[in-house]
């Protein structure tokens, strides 16, 4: 599926699973990784400052084993970026979005992921984003981490 000029349009994926945001969080690091090791560009979107600081430090802490060089800015010379601003950078590849609301630039994302847990006001908030997105014929895929196995 094409958006004109040779682009691509966004794909949207939801992840679903059981916990709170701190597991949200774990989650984005965990797919924050799988990108990087396939050579994708990412951009963690947050709310505010004081969760990029948190991202920040669980981006160095969440697995012994892992290193992803990141920066807390949407910079040209990282591959991984974590912001709460309005300036995307030259990131295009991946979008995951930890904030509320997507933001108004996410189109410009090859892939864009929204986190769904456990907390009845996200779940309204995702499913609106999800309505919004299939009413202007994004692909969509749902992957319901919460179910074992």
């Known amino acids: 599926m094409s958006a004109g000029a040779g682009r691509t349009v966004t794909h949207v994926n939801f992840y679903k699973l059981s916990g709170d945001f701190d597991a949200a969080l774990v989650l984005a690091c965990r797919l924050t990784e799988k990108a990087f090791q396939q050579g994708l560009q990412v951009l963690l979107y947050t ?44 990131h295009h590849g991946i979008l995951i979005n930890l904030a509320d609301e997507a933001p108004g630039w996410f189109s410009r994302f090859e892939k864009t ?30 992957h319901d981490l919460s179910k074992p196995e």
């Open 47 to 90: 709310p505010d400052e004081a969760t990029s600081r948190q991202l920040d430090e669980l981006l160095w802490s969440f697995k012994p084993s892992a290193f992803l060089p990141h920066a807390v800015e949407a910079t040209p010379a990282s591959d991984i970026a974590i912001s709460h601003g309005d300036d995307p950078g030259e």
């Open 113 to 142: 992921i929204e986190i769904v847990y456990d907390e009845q006001q996200v779940i309204d908030s995702k499913r609106e984003r999800f309505r919004f997105y299939k009413s202007r014929g994004y692909p969509l895929q749902y």
